[in-house]
């Protein structure tokens, strides 16, 4: 018997992953993007937004607890977070874990993926029903215009930077996150793969140089993004984010201080990397 398999379209990527599908639970077409839960014998289930795999159950560890803990433990006091994105519910999760946090609204502009992953997705939808989660749909990019020192801690966990995701880019976007931070805050994204998307990093990296003093960049290996070795763009007003100024606390796979430290590259290739003198 042949394998039914699914193969991502990544329109980013120069590289076509390839899974085999025991069952297909869920195909839709939101107002933003077509929506795909499947189920793999390797990887567990898979959420799949316009044809580009987001996470698989087996592995997403590796990227929500570096996106959500980095950046709360470089804050001493981290009570009110912001979460752009992230309708999976995996970085609420992973945020909710700090007893400190008063309150993390989720603001992702499909309510529907939302829907999915409550209903196909139970291990990672669990902070939705945490009465410190809120959840609004809305364009990230229009909500934060709103805010001014508001947010301790402000995590971009966006599809990649095409469409509707592209604005939470751009220098005008993170000038709106420096003003809704508090006079301490931290900044983190998301920022695609060290080598397929260098680009990419240089300039996300630049552009958050012209807006916040601290600027720096971490990294997990993630075994079903393209090109495994993934960036963290990370940002802050005050605080140095390379080492925890908290005591690491909250049940994780992977993330500890030490994870953490080893998550930041080495400042002198960091500085290549940056800027351009890496090549290949
Ligand atoms: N972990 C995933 C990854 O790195 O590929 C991201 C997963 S999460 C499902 C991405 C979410 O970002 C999607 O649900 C999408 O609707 C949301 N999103 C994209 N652009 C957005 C925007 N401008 N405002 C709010 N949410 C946005």
Known sequence: MRDIVFIERDPYAPIRHCYTVSKILYQGKS???????IESPEFGRMLILDGVVQLDEKYEFLYHEYLAHVPLHAHPNPRNVLIIGGGDGGTLREVLKHDVVERAVLVDIDKEVIEVSKKYLPTLSVGFNDPRAIVVNEDGYRYIQDYENEFDVIIVDSTDPVGFAHVLTTED???YVYKALKEDGIFVAQTESIH????MV???QQRLKKVFPIVDLYTSVIPIYAGYWWTFSIASKKYPVRSPVREVKVETKIYDADMHEYA??????YNKLVNGEYKY
């Open 196 to 199: 397929y998307h260098l680009e």
């Open 264 to 269: 930041f590259l080495p400042e002198s290739f």
């Open 202 to 204: 240089r300039t996300i």
């Open 173 to 175: 976007f993170f000038r």
């Open 31 to 37: 107002p933003y993007q077509e929506i795909q839960v």
